[in-house]
């Protein structure tokens, strides 16, 4: 059974008569009774039937005949609701992520490739109607998870990125990142496609310029949102390891190429953001999300089940039963 409504709930203001009706029944008690004028009563006193006993209730019937007049008149019903969405206007969405040494770097907590991992990894739970895919990239680039709507694959993808200089050549190559990431998303038929390109220096690797990236992207109608990540000042950067193989850091300058960045994401009609802690980082994320919505159809459909049907029967029935009594068993009972 759904939640019950009232289709005219205003009728439910006539239950203030309620006590004004019971206050009028007993004050003309003695005038709604049949009455017998005798001298004296005194050989009676003690002496009532049981009828005589049952006789006021009847006024009881009549005023719960009100009650469920009024709500009747007030018409509950039951409401079941069913929703069907459709998802009618999507978006593809490709995450190119910098993970080079640099971006082991600790201005963020614990460092900068960690507070991304779990920044990002809320906003795919946030995406559950959109695919996404997931690049990498330092001196060279790669896919690491092509455009997809399974969350749980693209979520493991993300959670197990990691800095290895033996997979990609040290280095930041933001032009060939960018032109993997469009690669991906070229020729989808989404409503709406976008890179989240994502870096913590300045380009100095690769075989394509970012700007000539940029370019290809605006030809495809693929916006490109830029985010620099790191703080204002100098930062420990990794810059070489010790004989036991763990990094040494040192503290040096953060450079990030923020007119590159700037360019990029202003030639394919996107902003850039610049990330200088975790919680800057987690408001970026969370103003791409509301920038890039997805449209859904929804429709809902409503079953209503009458029930004014049932009390004005209630009503009509106790009615039916006082006046019946009332007309035959306690005729003739003072």
């Known amino acids: 059974m759904g939640k019950v409504t009232f289709l005219n709930p205003e009728f439910l203001w006539l239950f203030l008569l309620v006590p004004m009706a019971v206050a009028w029944l007993f004050y003309k008690r003695n005038q709604l009774s049949a009455t017998l004028t005798m001298p004296t009563i005194a050989p009676f006193v003690g002496h009532r039937t049981f009828l005589a006993k049952v006789k006021p209730f009847l006024h009881v019937l009549r005023i719960l005949a009100l009650c469920f007049i009024i709500i009747a008149l007030a018409r509950p019903r039951s409401v079941d609701v069913t929703s069907k969405s459709k998802m009618t206007k999507g978006v593809d969405i490709v995450m190119a992520i910098d993970v080079s040494s640099s971006m082991l770097a600790n201005d963020l907590k614990p460092n900068r490739l960690e507070a991304l991992k779990k920044v990002a990894s809320t906003f795919v739970q946030d995406r559950v109607n959109d695919r996404i895919g997931l690049v990498v990239y330092a001196g060279e680039s790669y896919t690491r998870t092509p455009v997809t709507s399974d969350k749980a694959i693209l979520l493991q993808s993300l959670k197990t990125i990691t800095y290895d200089d033996s997979v990609l050549a040290d280095g930041t190559g933001i032009g ?88 990029i994401a202003k030639t394919t009609d996107a902003k850039y953001f610049r990330a200088t802690s975790n919680q800057k980082l987690q408001a970026i994320y969370d103003e791409i999300n509301s920038l890039e919505t997805t449209e859904i159809n929804e429709q809902k459909f409503y079953n209503y089940d009458e029930k004014y049907k049932m009390f004005a029967l209630m009503a009509f029935v106790l009615l039916g039963i006082e006046v019946l009594a009332r007309n035959t068993v306690f005729r003739g009972i003072v």
């Not at 495809?220 to 950067?237: R, S």
């Not at 763990?246 to 953060?254: A, D, S």
């Open 176 to 263: 060939v990142g960018l032109a993997t990431a469009i690669n991906r998303i070229k020729d989808s038929k989404a409503k709406s496609r976008i890179v989240i390109l994502l870096t913590d220096g300045v380009n100095n690797s690769g075989t394509i310029d970012p700007r000539t990236a940029a370019d290809i992207a605006k030809e495809y109608g693929i916006k490109v949102y830029t985010i620099g990540i790191g703080t204002n000042g100098n930062a420990l950067f990794p810059v070489a390891k010790d004989a036991n193989g763990k990094l040494v850091f040192k503290r040096m300058p953060v450079e990030i190429d923020q007119k590159l960045m700037q360019e």
